[in-house]
């Protein structure tokens, strides 16, 4: 007889080093926020790379349950996984478009609509949709000064010139990306409107019901003429500020806090004579300062450059990290904290409503979406459920 595996005798938030809280409710006030930027417009939800590292799962099925009917992810591995999350009427837009002459028929057999950003994908689609009579929609996606992904200009002149260039597509929508939208009066922000708006015109003479997306979160926030049919915001819904702040630092658009990040104090001690701390030997502690190490470091998600400049709350204070932060642990200096709040199996919270996503980014020289997507899979992650949808 085969000995009894071992079961565990200790819950989840007990073991883990740290604790990720999602707010599943405060996303979906993020998104009817949005929404009511652009009353008319279909405001979708971005929710490629796991919903911005958050769990595409669970907040895809808050916001479906709150109304929200469209869904863009990045792979098709994403669409299906998506797929099975929310069912089959939900619209799915993968971004990446298929690989031509590869991929077409799964796209056609899971209903995810594909994002033609090139000659070669218009092509292999326009294959594919004749020769298996299918008739399914699409967006076709132009460049109008990102140099990234989409139609250059002569790229898309040539299809419209072309009787046959776009032979068997059913446009649901024209695309473009804005590569400023973050910097609101960065002129390339109107230089890019009027280009797509010149394009999307000369696409509706051939095809007249075609709609228009350009806005993700920042281009909302851009004005009604950067709206059109489809917006698609990502950030802003997992509650970090889609624009870069004004001078005075106070954003234009508050965004409702999402997660709350806690590391737990591993151990706590007082320097007995000033020497340095962590790898490198970077920073020194003074004599007498109080340190505490937490069970977290970048493989976690909390960046490397965090070390630099960045710190927590513990007690309500803040305490600076001390030194680099390393594979599993980082260094606070806790020397302002009472003796009772600084002890082994307490937190320190790293992001929360007082120290923000965009604070901690700021601090590591980055940007909310590069901390959000780095969040790691060794939390106890909790999700607070969404309100009930409304009759």
Known sequence: MSPRAPTLASAPDDRAGALLTIDLAAVVENWRRLKKQAPGTDVGAVVKADAYGLGMVQVAQALKAAGCVTFYVAHLDEAVALRAAVGATPRIVCMHGPAPGKTERDFAGFNVIPVLSSPQQIKAWRTFASTNDVLMESFVQVD?????????????????????????????ALMSHLACADTPAHPLNKQQLDRFFSALGTFRGRFPDARGSLANSAGLLLGPAWHFQFARPGIALYGSHPENPPADGKPRWPVVPVVRLLARILQVRRVDQAGPVGYGATVQ?????????????YADGLLRSAGAGGHGLLDGLRVPILGRVSMDLTTFDVSAVAESAAQPGQFIEVIGTTHTVDDLAREAGTVGYEILTSLGSRYHRRYLPAPAAKP
């Open 144 to 172: 109008t000064g990102m140099q990234r992904l989409g139609l250059t200009p002569a790229e898309f002149a040539a299809h419209m010139d072309d009787p046959d260039g776009f032979l068997g597509l059913h446009p649901l």
């Open 285 to 297: 502690a003074p004599d007498g300062a109080k340190l505490a190490t937490v069970s977290m470091g």
